[in-house]
């Protein structure tokens, strides 16, 4: 009581400034060596687990009942969903394996951060729509007591997406399909265009569609964090370390038809920590691959895609690491603060970022000139030549533009028809997916979120029906192509 | 006597030096020998008991406890041999030298003439089972869950020590078939309260009682299977049996002195019954539902009416069989998921119908369904203590609503409804685990037919 009134009344008056207290920390406790005894003390006395033998806090325990292998915004969501989904209130034990804390080369923080409805495929319309109500009501869902509500930073400037000549029926269609889903897209000409942003050059452009609500982009730290704080306060485990093994048993099983299939389960999960050779076996009865760019090899560590070829044993996860650089520069006579977040025919793209007349932009290379997924380096020479040009043919303002920074992330790449994987897989049948998603899984990743925990819980979709993104489609080779994705 | 302890003592050097092959098959087929032995027990002559020496004696009450414990040691080995598959063979052994001497010191408990004996053992049996949970246990709160169970049990049981010294010392003896004649009433002064409590509260802890219950869904939940079966079987039949023997000096304080524990195991059992309710945990359901049942017992021995005496020991020896069935049916679960969760594996009785079957009838029979002996013992109880106050039929009666709903709950959320999909390829049942659950049922539904056998000395 004494503590509290000490730090509310100390924090802003020059006591607290001069002693340089913390937050949480009091005048007490300078040195930490009250809360170190405090914690020994805490963890010897019954209610705890206390290992006489050795500290073993920063190890992952020694069961769970779901393992989420990635700890990135699609991971966090879907722990998020199951601890909210389930019945009765903490229920399943979840434990979500991060190999890198800071984030360094997670998909989800080097994005671009835009969130869209203007999709092909219906369902990811759904997704994404549901998504934005995610985004729109973030504290209601992910609000935690005693902690500042989350400002995720929301810019509603909605999309813009530019369609040649040969594009424009496509666009038609596609402008139809998300106005069926409920999204708000209107079609302009290219003269409403100049209209309404006089510094574009409509050049070449035969049709735009423009999203008039809930797209924009916003910022995905926010929502990492914001999911972070929320998913440990429902209880979910987090561990820092490395899955580098599955431990799985098999079955020999015949199907209605008569013909032999092996299903495999995964019981065991071995998590490595990092800088040693030290790995703890985690007991599990579901594991869900979240790992992003990474998915591929955590997908070959489970045993999928060890078969013949063209076979479904021989099918493998087709996702794989793809860089893609995004540039930041500076241009006082760019477009205003109405700027949507352009999408040129091209496929060269940028927003607006900021107040400062700042953009961000990039473009997505064509297949010959993928850069080397090797590290997160940025080739400056692939602004000069390849986003450049086409940005100032677009807009003339951008002439005199000047790069302030540059970075480079990963894309969970599916390089089968470049949308999600979502949902068990039929043969390692306790292993779900939620990946793939190719640039755009940070906008659909509540909603995908949902719909693996209402796999997992139920056994089937019950919001969106994902199941036309299910696993099997790349045995089968139904693609779920988009048209006109970056 | 000495038929049935040599030859489990000599379980021992059996189980060590035998090929390693034939461990299990050795170890398994000689217990049950054994209690196939133990069954001659159940003969007894009328009042009396039967007298073997001056340290063992056997009458109506522990003779269906000795033949429990007999029959449950190659239950237990018969269920830990796909968990200890993958452990080395000295570790294997080990592992089944606890349990024979486990067995051994249960044998001994349950038939010792003289009290101090019967405290020694009872004490001694806390060793190997610590040994089994804390080494063999699932998770790392096993260390936690050990912790708990001894030192609970050492507590309550040393003031215990003291009381038998004392009784020793005033009475001169503590031979039980000699104090049964030479008991005197004894007054209540203060003195005489704490005398009541010191020799009650062991056993109200190994019971367990309401408010010192914590330590058995810790013990229950992290024990490996075997740990768990001997457990509920046995180890809480251990404070039923105590009590029901040292009443006897304690007349007529416990006329007075019993109304907290009334109170407490009343309420307790409607209380521990909600738990279940909500429990997530197969294990830990089985673990609070044994709770309820023995907060019964305790009524039953704390009103000291023929009638409760019987349904008590009804109780204890039909529970024992219950409880111990439904772990070894959670267990089967845990080893085919991986996962305790119920809500994980959902719509068993599509992929593995004979097991449903056992389900069904262990949980008819925790729900003390008649003809079981469940129903017997529940009812006797109940009847007892209503006519001991009218007001505790409403607490009974909820009880035996509530035990219903929970046993329901647990039945139909893993095996009805439609299966998850992760558990499509589980193992179908072995043919150990169908033995394990029909020798589970067998002697629950033989019983049933005539159950005089277990209905203690009274009858």
């Known amino acids: 009581m004494l503590r509290r009134t000490l730090l509310l009344g100390l924090c802003r008056g020059p006591l607290g400034r001069g002693l340089g207290t913390h937050r949480g920390g009091s005048i007490l406790d300078r040195d930490g060596k009250m809360s170190e005894i405090k914690k020994k003390i805490q963890s010897i006395l019954p209610g705890g687990d206390w290992n006489p033998l050795y500290d073993t806090s920063y190890l992952p325990p020694e069961s769970s009942d779901v393992v989420i292998v990635g700890g990135g915004v699609l991971g966090l969501s879907v722990a998020y969903w199951l601890k909210k989904l389930e019945k009765p209130r903490g229920a399943i034990r979840v434990l979500v394996v991060e190999r890198d804390h800071t984030y360094s080369r997670a998909s989800t923080v080097l994005s671009v951060g835009g969130i869209r409805q203007q999709f092909s495929v219906p369902e990811n319309v759904q997704l994404s729509l549901f998504s934005i109500d995610f985004l729109r009501n973030i504290n209601e869902y992910l609000a935690v007591a005693d902690d500042p509500p989350l400002d995720i930073q929301f810019n509603p400037s909605g999309y813009l997406l530019l369609a040649s000549e040969k594009g424009a029926a496509i666009m038609e269609n596609n402008v139809k399909v998300q106005r069926q889903e409920g999204a708000k897209v209107c079609l302009m000409s290219p003269e409403q265009l100049r209209n309404k942003f006089p510094w574009i050059n409509t050049e070449g452009v035969a049709l735009a569609s423009y999203g008039m609500e809930h797209e924009g982009w916003f910022d995905p730290w926010c929502l990492l964090q914001g999911l972070r704080r929320k998913v440990q306060s429902m209880g979910v485990l987090f561990c820092r370390g490395e899955v580098t093994r599955f431990v799985s048993s098999s079955n020999l099983m015949k199907t209605a038809s008569g013909e032999e299939v092996n299903l495999k389960r995964i019981h065991e999960v071995h998590v490595k920590i990092d800088q040693s050779l030290e790995y703890q076996p985690v007991e599990c009865a579901i594991v869900v691959n979240a790992a992003g760019a990474w998915s591929g090899q955590v997908a070959e560590l489970a045993g999928i895609g060890n078969g013949p070829p063209g076979t479904l044993q021989g099918t493998k996860l087709p996702v794989e690491l793809r860089k893609r650089y995004v540039y930041l520069w500076h241009c006082p006579q760019g477009p205003g603060l109405e700027t949507p977040f352009v999408i040129d025919p091209s496929g060269t793209y940028f927003r607006r970022e900021g107040l400062g007349h700042n953009y961000l932009g990039g473009c997505s290379p064509t297949e010959e000139e993928e850069p080397d997924p090797g590290n997160l380096e940025v080739d400056h020479d692939f602004f000069q030549d390849r986003v450049w040009p086409p940005l100032a043919q677009r807009v003339p303002a951008f002439e005199t533009l000047k790069v302030r920074s540059a970075w480079a992330g990963y894309y969970d790449y599916n390089t089968f028809d470049q949308n999600g994987v979502v949902g068990p897989h039929p043969l390692v049948i306790n292993m779900y997916f939620a990946t793939g998603f190719s640039g755009h899984g940070l906008q659909q990743a509540p909603a995908v979120g949902r719909a693996v925990a209402e796999m997992v819980l139920e056994g089937h979709f019950q919001t969106i029906n994902l199941s036309s993104f299910l696993f099997s489609r790349f045995y089968s080779g139904e693609k779920v192509q988009e048209h006109n994705i970056i | ?459």
């Open chain 2, 1 to 459: 006597m000495l038929k049935i302890i040599i030859p489990t003592a000599m379980l021992m050097p059996m189980t060590w030096l035998s090929k390693p092959n034939m461990i299990w098959i050795n170890s398994t087929a000689y217990s049950l020998l054994i209690s196939l032995i133990s069954l001659s027990h159940l003969n007894q002559l009328g009042d009396n008991s039967l007298n073997f020496s001056l340290l063992f004696f056997s009458d109506s009450l522990s003779a269906p406890l000795l033949v429990l414990t007999t029959w449950l040691l190659p239950l237990m080995l018969v269920a830990s041999q796909s968990h200890l598959s993958k452990e080395t063979l000295t570790r294997k052994k080990l592992y089944i030298t606890m349990l024979i001497l486990l067995q051994l010191l249960l044998i001994m408990t349950f038939t010792a003439t003289e009290l101090i004996m019967f405290y020694i053992l009872f004490e001694a049996t806390l060793i190997p089972t610590l040994i089994i949970i804390t080494r063999w246990g699932n998770q790392t709160e096993r260390l936690n869950a050990g912790l708990y169970f001894l030192f609970y049990t050492l507590m309550g049981s040393l003031p215990l020590l003291v009381a038998l010294l004392y009784i020793q010392h005033t009475l001169g003896t503590l031979n039980f078939l000699i104090i049964q004649y030479w008991a005197k009433p004894i007054s209540t002064t203060w003195s005489n309260i704490f005398l009541w409590l010191a020799c009650m509260m062991a056993f109200m802890v190994k019971m367990p009682l309401y408010g010192l219950h914590l330590w058995l869904p810790k013990a229950h939940v992290e024990a490996p299977i075997a740990g768990s079966m001997v457990l509920a079987a046995v180890l809480l039949k251990l404070g039923g049996y105590g009590m029901m023997r040292i009443t006897i000096l304690l007349n007529p304080t416990t006329n007075q002195m019993a109304y907290p524990f009334m109170m407490l195991s009343l309420w307790g059992m409607v209380m521990t019954s909600s738990i279940c309710l909500r429990q997530t945990d197969l294990k830990s359901l089985i673990a609070y539902s044994s709770v309820s049942h023995m907060a019964l017992v305790i009524v039953a021995v704390l009103i000291q009416t023929p009638w409760s005496y019987m349904g008590a020991t009804a109780l204890m020896i039909a529970h024992g069989l219950t409880s111990s069935m439904l772990f070894c049916l959670a267990n089967s679960n845990y080893e085919r998921v991986h996962s305790r969760t119920m809500i994980l594996a959902r719509g068993l009785q599509t992929i593995l119908p004979l097991m449903a079957a056992w389900w069904l009838l262990a949980s008819l029979a925790n729900l003390a369904l008649p003809p079981t002996i469940n129903l017997i013992g529940e009812l006797f109880v109940v009847m007892a203590s209503f006519s001991w106050s009218n007001m505790t039929i409403i607490l009974m009666g909820t009880n035996i609503i509530i035990t219903a709903l929970y046993s329901l709950y647990m039945l139909i959320t893993t095996q009805r409804g439609k299966y998850t999909h992760h558990i499509k390829n589980i193992n179908p049942s072995f043919t150990r685990e169908n033995t394990l659950m029909a020798l589970h049922m067998l002697p629950l539904l033989l019983l049933s037919l005539n159950p005089k056998i277990v209905l203690g000395p009274i009858y």
